[in-house]
Structures are given as structure tokens and as C-alpha cells.
């Protein structure tokens, strides 16, 4: 069972390159989730989607744009990155509100020069 | 706004030890508070989910209780062993929003042969 997969696992941009993260679940959730972490802090909530065609911001997500189209596919998009957004971001998914079963992707370190 | 922490950040300990990892937060208003173990490279795993309405819950070697109004939780592992070495983090589920869970920075576990 592949879980959550996140794609790709490492990148580097230059400030102002655009790139998409993908995440992908094989496990039917409604609910999926864009997280940053960076050293020293919890991880933090960017955007969320409580079904396909739907979502909604969380608590840092000024410069993240985000789609689901399909419900097992939750795209994190940046236009114009910045060495601010060198984090590491994680998807989750889960079947139901309030992180229940929630399941997390491997991360993806993204670098901004 | 609530705000998780967790102390010690780092913590190492002789093989077989029992240890306790404490996580406070400053707004009681939670559903639930979970643990999870995060493994270098690897995204994070769900270890124990505590209701709010629950004092305690239990699985295996770890033990984790929750004390609401005092805003505290602790994370038991008894007789670690080396494979216990990971960072583990606490998150509490906003009782306001179903979809935003706020993290500890974590603390970094070692366990020595």
C-alpha cells in the first residue's frame, strides 16, 4: 500500500521560479492537508482541501496556491518562490475531519536560492 | 492563539529507561491531542490519539495522558530501547476548527545501547 506519496522528494529554485508539489493518496480520504516545517517550529498548516474541488487556507498560506482536482491528487503550487519558502512540506490525508487516521507523505525539501 | 511547546527539545537516555516527553498548550478549547513519531527523512506516524473528554490512552510500551485544564500532556515510554530514537510530536486539534491541528517543535529522542 502506497499511503501518501509526495513528488518530488528534493528541490532546488532559484527566488522567483515557479514549481508544483504533488501529493497523491491511494486510500480514498476526503480530507487532505499542506504542512511546512522548519527547524525549531511545529509543523504548520498552509492549505487544506475537505474534498475534490474544494479548498481552503490554514494558518500560513500567503505565497502557496493549491487545487484538487481529483480527490486523490492535492497540488501545492508556488508562483514566485522565495528563500523564505526553503522548508520542508508534508501532505497529509485523512477520512475525516479532526485529523482522524490521518496519514503523512515522506516530505519534500525544497530549497530557494 | 494556541501555542504548543515542548520540552526538553533534545533528550537522551541509557537503553531501558523509562522517560517521560511533556507537551504544554495555551488554550484549552482542544478536541483531541495526538503524539506522533517522526523518523529522520520520513514523514510522521500517529502513535496515540487522546480525546478530550479522555485522561489517558494506551498502546503497547507508551502511555499518554492529558490533563485539559491545566493544558498539559505527557507521552510515557517505558523500557526504551534504540529503536525508539526519533523525534516525537505532540498536536492538538483546534476545538474551533475541524481542519487546523497545531504542533510542538518536538523532542528529539536518543536512546543508547
Known sequence: NAGVTQTPKFRVLKTGQSMTLLCAQDMNHEYMYWYRQDPGMGLRLIHYSVGEGTTAKGEVPDGYNVSRLKKQNFLLGLESAAPSQTSVYFCASSWGDRYTEAFFGQGTRLTVV | ?113
Do not use: H
Open chain 2, 1 to 113: 492563539k494556541q501555542e504548543v511547546t515542548q520540552i526538553p527539545a533534545a533528550l537522551s537516555v541509557p537503553e531501558g529507561e523509562n522517560l517521560v516527553l511533556n507537551c504544554s498548550f495555551t488554550d484549552s478549547a482542544i478536541y483531541n491531542l495526538q503524539w506522533f513519531r517522526q523518523d529522520p527523512g520520513k514523514g510522521l506516524t500517529s502513535l496515540l490519539l487522546i480525546q478530550s473528554s479522555q485522561r489517558e490512552q494506551t498502546s503497547g510500551r507508551l502511555n499518554a495522558s492529558l490533563d485539559k485544564s491545566s493544558g498539559r500532556s505527557t507521552l510515557y515510554i517505558a523500557a526504551s530501547q534504540p529503536g525508539d530514537s526519533a523525534t516525537y510530536l505532540c498536536a492538538v486539534s483546534l476545538f474551533y476548527n475541524n481542519n487546523d491541528m497545531r504542533f510542538g517543535a518536538g523532542t528529539r529522542l536518543t536512546v543508547k545501547p
